[in-house]
């Protein structure tokens, strides 16, 4: 590692850059692990993420395996103190296994928005082949790691929330709904001329919380119940008596703060894909609760038909094809609390025959309301 130049680590944050941009993953932390030990000429490579191993590259591959629990105390020393550690003594670097060939290590931690989100570990089976140098060279390395992985997250936080944008704004000119809700508006207006009015605020107030909804992370929950109320109203007038929503939701936590479509999310979905063929005592509810832990714990259940087993393992990880949609909504809704909140995210699934459940946690925190 002596010999690596200038020239050599801007090649090497060049070769990475594509990988460290996608985040921390098993997929992405393996080709950037690869690069750096290719670059390095170190005895191993490691790449993680607060938790687990993600990559680990060269000697002691037959234990440091991904997916792993971090497996040594230098590792969780890293992350937890956000500080470099550098140990020249095989028992400092505390990993368990008796064979271990691993002398010396510098572990990096890497940072996103100042918080720590994993490290990238350089390990020597020699312990004289660690030099000072090299200690310089692996925390400037940590600062452009660290700086592609933020780029990554803005870009994907950007990308979500235009992503969201560009469905709202394409929901506001939906052939069907749109469509549907003027078609039931219209055969209103001659008998029932009052509901027929109460129906076009309430597609007009539809419309203008989705637009103004994606100019935003976060809403609070009494913004996004009038969103759900406007849209269950339409959909209440389509199909009379067809569904009943029950919203169990404490006064308190209405000015909690959640990401938009949250709700409406989970209950439409609900509406379209758990009572197929089913005319009558369709139910979903919508509850929300405060954890002493200090986490806003959101739940919509309904008691439908269920979901099939392989389809449920998918649901909010990929695209899932049916008849009636591909599921991405949930998907997104999934990725942007991932975005927004990481490892503090929840969203959990279950179902059986009696119905299915989707419950979503994340920090509770009062939405502060700004003057202008």
């Not at 119940?225 to 849209?231: F, S, V």
């Not at 703060?257 to 919508?286: C, S, Y």
């Not at 490892?343 to 179902?351: D, K, L, M, P």
């Amino acid at each position: 590692m002596k010999a690596v130049q200038t020239h050599d680590v801007l090649e090497l944050a060049n070769k990475t850059l594509p990988y460290f941009r996608q985040g921390l993953t098993e997929a992405s932390a393996q080709k950037a692990a690869l690069e750096i030990k290719k670059f390095m000429r170190v005895s191993a490579v490691s790449v993680t993420n607060r938790h687990a191993i993600l990559a680990h590259v060269g000697a002691g591959s037959d234990h440091h395996i991904p997916t792993r629990e971090i497996i040594t105390d230098l590792s969780r020393e890293a992350i937890e103190t956000g500080r470099i550690q550098v140990v020249r003594q095989k028992a400092q670097i505390g990993c368990s296994h008796p064979d271990c060939p691993l002398e010396a290590a510098v572990v990096v931690p890497l940072f996103v928005k100042k918080g720590v989100v994993g490290s990238f570990k350089l390990y020597f089976t020699d312990a004289s082949n660690l030099t000072y140098v090299d200690e310089q060279l692996a925390s400037g390395l940590g600062h452009i790691f660290s700086s592609q992985l933020e780029l990554g997250q803005m870009a994907l936080e950007q990308g979500l929330l235009k992503d969201a944008e560009i469905k709202s704004l394409q929901a506001q000119v939906n052939p069907h709904f749109l469509f549907n809700a003027i078609n039931t508006i219209s055969a209103l207006i001659r008998v029932d001329s009052e509901k027929a009015r109460h129906l076009l605020l309430q597609l007009g107030h539809y419309f203008r919380a989705n637009l103004n909804s994606t100019r935003q992370n976060v809403i609070s929950v009494d913004s996004e119940l009038k969103h759900l109320e406007a849209y269950l109203t339409i959909e209440q007038a389509r199909f009379p008596n067809r569904y009943e929503v029950i919203i169990d939701i404490p006064e308190a936590l209405k000015s909690a703060a959640i990401p938009p479509f949250m709700i409406q999310i989970l209950v439409e979905n609900a509406l379209k894909h758990a009572f197929t063929g089913r005319k009558k005592d369709n139910k979903v509810w919508v509850m929300a609760r405060q954890k002493a832990s200090g986490y806003l714990r959101l739940t919509v259940k309904d008691n439908g038909q269920g979901i099939a087993p392989e389809k449920l393992a998918l649901l909010g990880k990929t695209v899932v094809t049916s008849e009636k949609g591909t599921g991405s909504a949930l998907e997104n809704l999934n990725k942007r609390l991932m975005s927004l909140y990481g490892n503090q995210a929840i969203f959990e699934v279950t179902s059986d025959q009696s119905g299915t459940s989707f419950v979503l946690q994340i920090p509770f925190n009062q939405l502060k309301e700004t003057t202008t």
